[in-house]
């Protein structure tokens, strides 16, 4: 899970890093908490776009990580374009198609994880579908909530740890 917890350090934005504590000069990350949580929502004729959002008052960190878009059963053999709508990094709205699903030649798409940052709209461009998409939600939090009393606690083992005392090694006796 060593991992895991890297690759959630990696997408952490630099406010959230700057916030981590430090002991001694060096910078010590804060203890790291990370959610996962399936994800899935289906397109189709009648519900031709579905909007993805989290709560704006939320410190934690959220990805949508998104696995597989699959015709489900009922599609018809017609291209099915499945479109994006996120914020690229300048926090502009763009759309890009994803996926063009057809059931004769490619009914369903593996994205590895492809990272998506919400609020993220999929739209179901062209087709009748239906089409499911499916992947994470992982919530990135991290704690600074250290009460004075652990801080304080922390510093004395510290320094119980620097004043132990060095003894000097025993000689033995004669011996070459």
Known sequence: MAAGAAAALAFLSQESRSRAGGVGGLRVPAPVTMDSFFFGCELSGHTRSFTFKVEEEDDAEHVLALTMLCLTEGAKDECNVVEVVARNHD??????????????????????????????????????????????????????????????????????????????????????
Do not use: W, Y
Request: aromatic share 4%; glycine share 8%.
């Open 91 to 176: 926090h502009q709205e763009i759309a890009v198609p994803v996926a063009n699903l057809k059931l004769s030649c490619q009914p369903m798409l593996s994205l590895d994880d492809f990272q998506l940052q919400p609020p993220v709209t999929f739209r179901l461009k062209s087709g009748s579908g239906p089409v499911r998409i499916t992947g994470r939600h992982q919530i990135v939090t991290i704690s600074n909530d250290v009460s004075e009393e652990e801080s304080g606690e922390e510093g004395s083992e510290e320094e119980e740890a620097e004043l132990c005392p060095i003894l000097p090694a025993k000689k033995q006796g004669g011996r070459f």
